[in-house]
């Protein structure tokens, strides 16, 4: 009798347009087990109907590519897309992790991920992990607190009725100039520049400049 567990296999798609790297990794998928390539190219030789006709699990790729990201899929043939991504090879680039997180995209490895590195990504991006390098966590951070920032407002107090006077304290203030740099640019003494910026957070219930000027922003002032 057979007492041996049988390896899930992870059907990975690589979809890399440095051909190199796609080869190094195909080899390197082959060597695991637990891993099986189902398809090897580059995005100018695949459509992305075709990456469904595969089945496969996760789909690796080394470029920003948002037709072939399960909202853009979904679109197109009318089924949601059954298969995770994880990009490698990437820039710490703030406004496309972003980008790449509301596509989907569950796997996001710089240019300095090793190969086991781009392994354990499949592996956790399979059974439903998420993956992203530890500089670019502060960032996703961010924009939660910021999006229940904006919810939190949504649903208080109508926006606040900020005076001219105070709108321009609070563009200044957004600049980063001191109370003594304000008052001389409004020609103002620095105890009424206090004033107006202790009734400004007041106002908004900020505990601080910084947090002032960005719930002053969520309510539409532009700064």
């Known amino acids: 009798m057979n007492d041996c567990v049988p390896v899930l296999s992870i059907r990975a798609f690589l979809l890399i347009e440095n051909r190199l790297l796609r ?7 082959r060597k695991r087990p637990d891993l099986m390539v189902v398809g090897q190219t580059s995005p100018a030789d695949e459509t992305p109907l075709g990456i ?6 996760v789909l690796v790729g080394d470029s920003f590519l948002p037709a072939y990201f399960p909202a853009s899929l ?3 043939s009318g089924t949601p897309a059954g298969f995770k991504i994880v990009l490698v090879g990437m820039e710490p680039d703030e406004v496309q992790f972003m980008a790449a997180v509301r596509s989907g995209v569950t796997g996001y490895l710089l240019q300095d991920a090793s190969a086991s590195d781009v392994v354990a990504a499949v592996r956790a991006v399979f059974r439903g992990e998420a993956v992203c390098p530890p500089q670019l966590c502060s960032t996703l951070f961010r924009f939660v607190a ?17 005076t001219l006077r105070q ?3 609070v563009t200044l203030v957004a600049k980063g100039l001191t109370n003594k740099e304000i008052a001389s640019q409004l020609n103002l003494s620095e ?7 202790h009734r400004i ?8 400049r910084s947090e ?5 922003r969520a309510y539409g002032y532009f700064l």
């Open 146 to 162: 910021q999006v229940a920032r904006e919810i939190s407002l949504q649903n208080s107090a109508s926006k606040p009725d900020l």
């Open 212 to 216: 002032a000027v960005e719930t002053i």
């Open 52 to 57: 469904l006709e595969t089945q496969c699990n």
């Open 74 to 76: 979904a679109g197109k």
């Open 191 to 197: 105890f009424t520049v206090r004033n107006h910026i």
């Open 23 to 29: 080869e190094a990794l195909v080899r390197l998928f």
């Open 201 to 208: 957070l007041k106002q908004v219930d900020a505990v601080s």
């Open 167 to 169: 709108q321009q304290l």
